[in-house]
């Protein structure tokens, strides 16, 4: 059995999921790093073990729930233990309005972001039950789970349902020591928004204005809540939802020209 702590990553090839690879490895965990995308996993996981890191590649899809299992198995076998699961893997969906949407297209999102999410929490969770470990699970929500918004809408009902995933995960597992958290990232500069939002100056520049702190966020800022989330300095923490997301969702855009003018 591994004497370091193991997580399970999915969306691990790139982006937020591949920066919580590279931060669970510098605090020391062994990494199952999943991803739908074979070869690009490969090739970051194989940058990392060059390095000397304890991290190991599987291919999986979230969506398919017997893969799912099958890989669960494959990481208890080598590894011999879990104690924590990133659910990062994510996709936006299409971009049409409540009018427009196709029916085969708009449950995409929501296939890979709640139930692939769903998946997994109970392949890790009946590990953890079965082995005794007192585990965490860290979901990925979106700032635009806390409000309304054009588009893709379809993402932003998915990741509403992901709160109501944390919180219901949370209240089913937490007898038996299991915590149940999410990050709720706001622009965060990744290939999922830098091919919309982040590559068109006008766009770029809007999505800074609207965070408090005027600026994008970094996938290692996302990683590192992540973290903190899954480890046992969150011991108490469960059920919750963590913004980090630059404090786009703590006020209206609005609101940062004040009707009464700046308070000394
Ligand atoms: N980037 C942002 O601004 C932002 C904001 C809010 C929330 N998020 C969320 O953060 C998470 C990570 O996104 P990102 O920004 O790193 O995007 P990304 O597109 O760079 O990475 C997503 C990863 O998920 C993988 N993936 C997609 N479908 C999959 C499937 N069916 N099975 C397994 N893996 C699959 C992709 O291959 C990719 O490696 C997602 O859940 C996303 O919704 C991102």
Avoid: C
């Avoid at 995308?37 to 990392?48: I, Q, T, Y």
């Avoid at 992901?162 to 209240?171: H, P």
């Avoid at 899954?230 to 980090?244: F, H």
Wanted: hydrophobic share 40%; aromatic share 10%; glycine share 8%.
């Amino acid at each position: 059995m591994s004497e370091k702590k193991v997580v399970v990553i999915t969306g691990a090839a790139q982006g937020i999921g591949l920066a919580g690879v590279k931060k669970f490895l510098k605090e020391g965990w062994a990494v199952a790093a999943t991803d739908i995308k074979k070869k690009e996993l490969d090739e970051e996981v194989a940058k990392l073990v060059a390095e000397g890191h304890d991290v190991t590649a599987y291919e999986l899809d979230v969506t398919n729930y017997k893969q799912g299992q099958e890989v669960i198995a494959e990481v208890v076998k080598k590894y011999g233990r879990i104690d924590a699961l990133f659910n990062d893997a994510g996709i936006t969906g299409h971009r049409k309005n409540i009018l427009n949407f196709d029916p085969e297209l708009i449950k995409q999102a929501e296939d890979v972001n709640l139930w692939g999410s769903l998946y997994l929490i109970q392949h890790v969770s009946r590990v953890f039950v079965e082995k005794k470990i007192k585990g965490a699970i860290v979901n990925v929500s979106s700032f635009v789970a806390s409000f309304a918004e054009w588009s893709p809408f379809g993402y932003g009902i998915s990741k509403s349902s992901v709160d109501g995933l944390t919180r219901t995960a949370a209240f089913h597992l937490g007898k038996y020591g299991i915590r149940v958290n999410s990050v709720a990232p706001g622009y965060t500069k990744t290939e999922m928004a830098i091919k919309y939002d982040y590559s068109d100056p006008k766009l770029r520049k809007a999505a800074e204005d609207k965070s408090l702190l005027n600026r994008w966020i970094e996938p290692s800022e996302i990683a590192a809540a992540a973290y903190f989330l899954a480890s046992d300095e969150a011991s108490a923490i469960t059920g919750v939802k963590l913004p980090v997301d630059a404090g786009y969702t703590t006020t209206k855009e609005d609101n940062k020209v004040s009707l009464y003018g700046e308070t000394e």
